[in-house]
């Protein structure tokens, strides 16, 4: 589908020779069919990791689901926020990344503690960090299309500096007595 974008906004920019918010409009479908090809990347992965997980008889943590339903509620708003061309809609969004970087974060110490309790812990953690990267990196690209909404309606982007609060690079494992 993605490919048959470019090829549709390619004809668009040859015949048509659009321009203000024709062109950022064409511009805008264009990356944010780039922002969900990258989002069911994510998903497939997900799906994968998930089968895998379940075969060892393993369920994936309460907080790993809620951090899928927020990033789920993030895309859905963020397209809807480009379905109705609102910016307010897509700000708002925007700014919910850094509750997300905080979820990420939160559920990435609960497993490391998790696996430093019991080894055993070690092979399904794991699937389940690998699972809420690939989710906090889809609750991302949600930001990025709120970020193409923004462009679209109002010609540019959000200049603010997008909120983050993914702490993951400096957890240290937890110390076992």
Same mark, same amino acid.
């Given at each position: 589908?993605?490919?048959?974008? $470019?090829? =549709?906004?390619?004809?668009?920019?040859? #015949?048509? !020779?659009?321009?203000?918010?024709? *062109?950022?409009?064409? =511009?805008?479908? =264009?990356?944010?069919?780039?922002?969900?090809?990258?989002? @069911?990347?994510?998903?497939?992965?997900?799906?994968?990791?998930?089968? /895998? *997980?379940?075969? $060892?008889?393993?369920?994936?943590?309460?907080?790993?689901?809620? *951090?899928? %339903?927020?990033?789920?509620?993030? #895309? /859905? $708003?963020? &397209?809807?926020?480009?379905?109705?061309?609102?910016?307010? !809609?897509? !700000?708002?969004?925007?700014? %919910?990344?850094?509750? =997300?970087?905080? &979820?990420? /974060?939160?559920?990435?110490?609960?497993?490391?503690?998790? &696996?430093?309790?019991?080894? %055993?812990?070690?092979?399904?953690?794991?699937?389940?960090?690998?699972?809420?990267?690939?989710?906090?990196?889809?609750?991302?690209?949600?930001?990025?299309?709120?970020?193409?909404? @923004?462009?679209?309606?109002?010609?540019?982007?959000?200049?603010?500096?997008?909120?983050?609060?993914?702490?993951? %690079?400096?957890?240290? *494992?937890?110390?076992?007595?």
């Amino acid at each position: 589908m993605e490919h048959e974008i $470019d090829e =549709l906004a390619i004809r668009l920019l040859a #015949l048509r !020779q659009p321009v203000a918010i024709d *062109l950022r409009t064409v =511009l805008s479908a =264009l990356r944010i069919a780039n922002e969900l090809e990258r989002v @069911c990347d994510y998903a497939a992965d997900l799906a994968e990791r998930f089968i /895998t *997980l379940h075969a $060892d008889g393993g369920e994936p943590m309460r907080s790993l689901v809620s *951090l899928g %339903r927020f990033a789920v509620a993030m #895309l /859905t $708003d963020a &397209m809807s926020a480009y379905a109705n061309g609102d910016d307010r !809609q897509a !700000q708002e969004v925007w700014g %919910r990344d850094k509750e =997300l970087d905080k &979820m990420y /974060t939160d559920l990435f110490r609960e497993l490391l503690t998790h &696996m430093a309790q019991d080894a %055993r812990h070690i092979s399904v953690s794991m699937q389940m960090l690998f699972m809420a990267r690939g989710v906090e990196r889809a609750g991302d690209r949600a930001t990025n299309i709120a970020e193409i909404v @923004c462009y679209l309606v109002r010609g540019t982007i959000p200049e603010e500096v997008r909120p983050k609060a993914d702490a993951t %690079r400096s957890i240290m *494992l937890p110390k076992v007595s």
